[in-house]
Every structure is written in structure tokens, then in C-alpha cells.
């Protein structure tokens, strides 16, 4: 008996372009055919694209320089004198920081990110979600990335003043954008920063995708249940430690 033909997948570019036009279609294809090298070269350029903005716009001793006064504004005059000594080391070891972390942030980041979905998903509501759909999922879901750092990259060259560049805060994208850094609640502050566009965006794509993977085996509110649990638990401590230490 002759076996019937199979429809082909969608193109790379296909999936690419489908990932902000039609996730539904795009997750389908992926979690059939699950890979992640091309997601992942392009999230690790743009990362490098930024860095490389911000050294020849703002200029890396510049980024030093601003973190290290946002740690001395409530430092004592003791405690400054002894910052001050080591914001050299500071300005040589930035650059060295932004490009590693370009580099080995996004594919360390989605596997931390995959397993634990992988746990969530498979281990608990017992979904058939393997690792390399979960990884898959994960590297096209950080698609959204591109805009922002071509959004962040026109920022920092349209800045009157390159020095007035928040590197932590590039895009006000977020509820934190509307609150004063300086006299609100440092807990309150980094979850309303928590509450961004483009993390939001990720968010429900992560969950679009973990639903394609798992058919009829879990819903859409149980995948994005999934996703949320495990980013409000992350968003909490980092808001508890930021509180604390503050």
C-alpha cells in the first residue's frame, strides 16, 4: 500500500517571520520538528550588536560609571572613598561582562529555562513535552529580543546625551519606567520593571509554544500556568533581595 505524502514543514524563514505573525502555525511546525540553531545565532548577534552600540556610543567606563554611582548614592563617605578605588577594575571588567554574557546568556538561559518548563509540564501535568521541543520553543520564543534591541540600539544613538543611557532600563517598556528608582520601594520597583512588554510577549509565546508540543494533553491556561509559576517565583526573590539590600 502506497504511503501517503507527508506535507512539508515550513521554511526557517517561515518559522521566523511566523513566530510574530502566526505563533499558532509557527509553535505547530516547530514542536514537529523541533531545532534551534538559527533562534539562537540570531539572539546572540543581536546581544553582540548591542554591545557593540553601547561601547562606541556610550562607552563601557561610562556604564561602570553609572553603576557604580547608583551603588554609592547610599554608601558612606567611607564606603565611597573604597568604590572609588575600584572603579577602574570595574571599567575594564564591564565590557569583558556585556559581550560573555551575549555570548553564554541566551544558550544557558534556555536550557536552565527548558528543563525546568520540562519538569513543570512533563513531570507534573504529565504532558509528552520532550527537552529538545521545550529547548526549541525557548530559543524561537526569544525572537521578540531582535526588536528590542534594534528599539534599544536607536535609543542609544538618538540620546542627546549618551551618559543619560540607563543600561539596565534601555526601553520604557515597563511599569518601573513610570516610578522614581531613587525614592520608591526597591521591591515594589523591580517588579513593576519585572512587568515588561517584551517579557509579557515571551511569556505567552513560551506557553503558545509548550501547547503545540503537548496537543490535547494540556491546555493553553495550563502552559501559560506553567511558564508564569516558575517567572513570578524568579521576579519575587529578585524583588525580596533588591528589597534587602537596598
Keep these: 500500500m502506497a504511503m501517503e505524502p507527508q506535507p512539508a514543514g515550513l521554511s526557517e524563514f517561515s518559522r521566523l517571520s511566523g513566530v510574530f505573525f502566526e505563533p499558532k502555525k509557527a509553535f505547530a511546525d516547530i514542536a514537529q520538528r523541533p531545532s534551534w540553531v538559527v533562534p539562537m545565532l540570531l539572539v546572540i548577534l543581536a546581544g553582540l550588536v548591542f554591545c557593540v552600540a553601547v561601547g562606541q556610543r556610550i562607552g563601557w567606563a561610562n556604564v561602570a560609571q553609572q553603576q557604580m554611582e547608583a551603588r554609592m548614592a547610599k554608601m558612606t563617605p567611607e564606603q565611597r572613598d573604597q568604590a572609588q578605588k575600584g572603579l577602574e577594575i570595574s571599567q575594564k571588567i ?6 560573555v554574557i551575549a555570548v553564554v546568556g541566551p544558550p544557558i538561559g ?18 509528552p513535552v520532550k527537552f529538545k521541543q521545550a529547548f526549541a520553543v525557548m530559543c524561537y520564543a526569544g525572537l521578540p529580543g531582535l526588536i528590542f534591541v534594534v528599539l534599544a540600539v536607536v535609543v542609544i544613538y538618538l540620546k542627546a546625551n549618551p551618559a543619560d543611557f540607563d543600561i539596565q532600563h534601555p526601553l520604557a517598556f515597563n511599569a518601573g519606567a513610570l516610578m522614581d528608582p531613587q525614592t520608591s520601594s526597591k521591591f515594589l520597583y523591580t517588579i513593576a520593571s519585572a ?6 510577549w515571551k511569556i505567552l509565546l513560551i506557553a503558545v509554544g509548550l501547547k503545540a508540543a503537548a496537543g490535547k494533553k494540556l491546555s493553553f491556561g495550563g502552559a501559560l500556568t506553567a511558564v508564569l509559576a516558575p517567572w513570578v517565583v524568579l521576579v519575587l526573590i529578585g524583588a525580596t533581595f533588591a528589597g534587602m539590600f537596598s
Excluded at 94 to 99: A, D, K, L
Excluded at 195 to 200: A, K, L, P, Q
Aim: proline fraction near 3%; avoid cysteine; aromatic fraction near 10%.
Design 94 to 99: 564591564t565590557p569583558v561582562i556585556g559581550y
Design 110 to 127: 534556555y536550557l536552565i529555562s527548558a528543563a525546568v518548563l520540562m519538569g513543570i509540564v512533563s513531570g507534573i501535568m504529565s504532558a
Design 195 to 200: 512587568i515588561d512588554v517584551f517579557s509579557i
